[in-house]
């Protein structure tokens, strides 16, 4: 039965992704009504984001979700470091030494994620007041967005056509090619890496135990290795960059896959492609929004910064947004105290940090000249120390955030 599209609300939702099913979610256990469209009209297949890291983990427990992940996915206490142009391991980050409720990267595909967010949506409206509601109303695209002083009107396109929802705030949580972000007027300034990201779901033999990530640095390009729960079972995900992708990437064929592979690889690193299920490619851009807050408009997740897969952190980034908007919306919704300021001048410096991490860490990884290559090499086993290796570790855990 299709549930008919509300006309008013307190919060409208555009983009129904990890970071929108976070924001409702954070809403629907503070009482507040919200209505999420999306302009698909299923949700996506989608390994996507699949790293979720301890502060991600923790910052979902109160909400009900992180028990229903961390019963699916894959946990991984250790990332080891190995150099191509050197052949030999240079560093491993222990998670499994971090004092924290979850001391590992979790590894799950993003399509779970969002539906252990969309089913604990759906427990939270039915225990809440009248206009908390789970539905994710698709396809609505939306068109138009106004504001004014008491609220937004947004114009949406619909299997009934063009209809208007009148909400106090929106959030567009719209993904990279965000609408909200073009029909506002944000910039999104930044720069295009100069690798781009073939993303690989294959079976294999050898490479990492399922507990341990690998990732490989290399004057080439960077390639990391993870398991990931998925279907069929036993399925390695391998994120390679490289300059130029290959012609026919989405046929890539094992032994294509397997050259690019042997090219980064320490010599010596016991790896064998058995099948390649899927192959995407991506561009990378490190970018971040000028601005989060546009009066009664805000942007989150992806919509708001953007970044290469390279250290796993765009799905948590995306989650955390989410989580700290509800909170603020929530606040000023329940208790009239405007605390909205507080979501840019929070989230925003969080979004850089993130965005200016990982192009280091895409430049130092994939570093071309083999002079400053060979002292990424050198200077990378001083990380062994166990005191900065902790600094290390909890950094890519979010947790010193
Ligand atoms: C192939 C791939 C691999 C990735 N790998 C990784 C990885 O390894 N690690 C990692 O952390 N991240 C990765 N990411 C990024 C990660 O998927 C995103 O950071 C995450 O999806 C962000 O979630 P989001 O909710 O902000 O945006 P999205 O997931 O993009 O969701 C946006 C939603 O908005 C909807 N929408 C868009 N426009 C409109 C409109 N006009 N009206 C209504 N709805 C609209 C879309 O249909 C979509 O459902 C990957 C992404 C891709 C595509």
Redesign the pocket.
């Known amino acids: 039965m299709l549930t008919e599209l509300p006309t008013s609300t307190d919060v409208l939702i555009?983009?129904?992704?990890?970071?929108?099913l976070a924001l409702a979610a954070t809403l629907a256990a503070r009482g507040v009504s919200f209505v999420v469209?999306?302009?698909?009209a299923e949700p996506?297949r989608f390994?996507?984001?699949?790293?979720l890291t301890p502060q991600t983990l923790e910052l979902l427990e109160p909400l009900g979700v992180t028990e229903r992940l961390t019963g699916i996915g894959n946990r991984a206490g250790a990332a080891r470091f190995f150099s191509g142009d050197r052949n030999r391991e240079v560093v491993a980050l222990r998670f499994d030494k971090l004092s924290t409720r979850f001391p590992y990267l979790l590894f799950i595909p993003?399509q779970y994620t969002e539906k252990a967010l969309t089913d604990r949506l759906g427990e939270l409206a039915a225990g809440t007041r009248s206009g908390v509601e789970s539905t994710v109303y698709r396809p609505?695209?939306?068109l138009s967005l106004a504001q004014d002083d008491t609220g937004v009107t947004a114009t949406?396109l619909g299997p009934d056509g063009e209809r208007t929802v009148r909400a106090k705030y929106a959030a567009g949580?719209?993904?990279?090619?965000?609408?909200v972000r073009e029909l506002t007027h944000v910039g999104f300034p930044g720069e295009l890496f100069r690798q781009s990201y073939l993303?690989n779901d294959v079976f294999l033999t050898g490479g990492p135990p399922r507990d341990e990530v690998h990732m490989f640095c290399s004057r080439l390009g960077a390639v990391t290795f993870a398991h990931i729960p998925w279907d069929p079972a036993g399925v390695v995900r391998i994120?390679l960059s490289l300059d130029r992708p290959p012609a026919a990437f989405s046929t890539l064929k094992p032994h294509q896959l397997q050259a690019l592979i042997d090219e980064r690889a320490p010599d010596g690193y016991q790896v064998k492609i058995t099948e390649v299920l899927e192959t995407?490619h991506?561009p990378a851009s490190h970018r971040v929004a000028e601005r989060y807050r546009i009066g009664r408009i805000f942007l989150?997740?992806?919509?708001a910064h953007s970044h290469s897969?390279i250290g796993?952190?765009?799905?948590?980034l995306?989650m955390q947004d989410g989580a700290a908007l509800g909170t603020a919306l929530g606040t000023v919704l329940n208790t009239g105290e405007d605390v909205l300021d507080s979501y840019e001048n929070e989230r925003r410096p969080a979004g850089r940090e993130v965005v200016d991490l990982t192009r280091q860490m895409n430049q130092i990884a994939t570093e071309p000249n083999r002079w400053k290559g060979a002292l990424r090499d050198a200077l990378f086993p001083v990380a062994r120390i166990p005191a900065l290796n902790q600094r290390v570790t909890r950094v890519m855990a979010g947790l010193d955030r």
């Open positions: 555009v983009g129904a992704g990890a970071t929108g469209i999306d302009a698909l996506r390994a996507g984001g699949i790293a993003q609505y695209k939306l949406v949580t719209d993904g990279v090619h965000s609408t993303q994120a995407t991506h989150a997740g992806d919509a897969p796993g952190q765009a799905i948590n995306g």
